[in-house]
């Protein structure tokens, strides 16, 4: 489940002709980007899967995930994970117990605040064409890490041709791991306190703390 969260990458190898594609990825996903830093905050009903077939896993776990900036808290059906930007809560319910880590943004290779902007540094991107996701026509990007030993060695993209937003992506890792992101009721007009960013240890009693910090 931790890897669900952390919102958030076997070396690929590119097709020849990717450099031509590569400005038409820049081109949407600069789109995307802008689209996401005129809004200050923003709350989504957020659908995430894990599936595996040559394990025969797949698991799905629906929730929600509100962002403000750096920040972000994601709920799930079994976490919640809480980023101040400074520390990472994740709580697990059906034990009643936290963990508290410090926030060590150079370890965190893809999070719900920075899939936005990802491609901007040390991925490269590929335009794969247009798809249709919930009867809505998609521009489909891959983004590439530069760094071989990057826990996803890929992440796809799907991005609304309509408006540019972002309303699926899918993570790879090494082990056979898909991790599919689906975002739905997208509202970018909240504004969460600062306060909702922290875990307050009086809203769940008798939680049992664990400080790794």
């Not at 797949?58 to 750096?70: H, S």
């Not at 009643?96 to 901007?120: G, L, Q, T």
């Not at 799907?158 to 898909?178: A, E, P, R, V």
Request: hydrophobic share 35%.
């Amino acid at each position: 489940m931790k890897k669900l969260t952390l919102l958030l990458l076997c070396v690929l190898t590119i097709q020849v002709g990717w450099a031509q594609q590569d400005e038409d990825a820049l081109q949407v996903l600069d789109a995307m980007s802008a689209k996401y830093k005129e809004i200050p905050a923003y709350s989504a009903d957020i659908t995430s899967s894990l599936v595996n077939e040559t394990e025969g896993i797949n698991e799905e776990f629906g929730g929600k995930i509100t962002v403000k900036g750096d920040k972000y808290k994601l709920e799930l059906d079994e976490q919640v994970v809480i980023n101040n930007g400074e520390t990472l809560w994740t709580y697990l319910p059906d034990v009643n117990e936290v963990n508290i880590d410090r926030y060590d943004p150079d370890e965190d290779e893809i999070s719900p605040s920075k899939i936005y902007e990802a491609y901007k540094k040390g991925y490269k991107y590929i335009y794969i064409g247009d798809e249709n996701v919930g009867g809505q026509p998609h521009a489909v990007i891959d983004l590439v890490p530069d760094d071989k030993d990057a826990q996803y060695f890929k992440i796809k993209l799907f991005i609304k041709n309509s408006d540019s937003s972002l309303t699926q992506w899918i993570m790879y890792d090494k082990s056979g791991n898909q991790y599919k992101y689906t975002i739905e009721n997208f509202n970018g007009s909240i504004n969460p306190s600062e306060s909702f960013f922290v875990f307050n240890e009086t809203d769940y009693p008798g939680v049992e703390v664990i400080d790794l910090r």
